[in-house]
Nanobody, 124 residues
Framework: QVQLVESGGGLVQPGGSLRLSCAASGRTFSVYGAMGWFRQAPGKERESVTA???????YYTDSVKGRFTASRDNAKNIMYLQMNSLKPEDTAVYYC?????????????????WGQGTQVTVSS
């Protein structure tokens, strides 16, 4: 069974940057049709941030467009989320996820594998 582990979260000031990483063990990224990042703030539903298909199609939610960039290194089995110009409303637990389908769906219910999450807090 695939294992996904996020890292790179922490406390940053507004306007700062963080890079999150998601490492897979046991299997290679090539078995997934799409991988992405979700986030969940206390009392709110889990929301899609970005997703990328194996064939290169990428989706970003409007709230992060121009600030966040997703990438993945298939050789190293690591997915990244570069977050720039962070805002307090970006505060959440961030999760990486994967699914067999190649569709870049924003619906968290359609993803098959999840990491444990990493906390991102943006505050002065």
């Amino acid at each position: 069974q695939v294992q996904l582990v996020e890292s790179g979260g922490g406390l940053v000031q507004p306007g700062g940057s963080l890079r999150l990483s998601c490492a897979a063990s046991g299997r290679t990224f090539s078995v997934y049709g799409a991988m992405g990042w979700f986030r969940q703030a206390p009392g709110k539903e889990r929301e899609s941030v970005t997703a990328t298909t194996w064939r290169g199609s990428t989706y970003y939610t409007d709230s992060v467009k121009g600030r966040f960039t997703a990438s993945r290194d298939n050789a190293k089995n690591i997915m990244y989320l570069q977050m720039n110009s962070l805002k307090p409303e970006d505060t959440a637990v961030y999760y990486c996820a994967a699914r067999r389908s190649e569709a870049n769906s924003p619906d968290a219910r359609l993803y098959d594998y999840w990491g444990q999450g990493t906390q991102v807090t943006v505050s002065s």
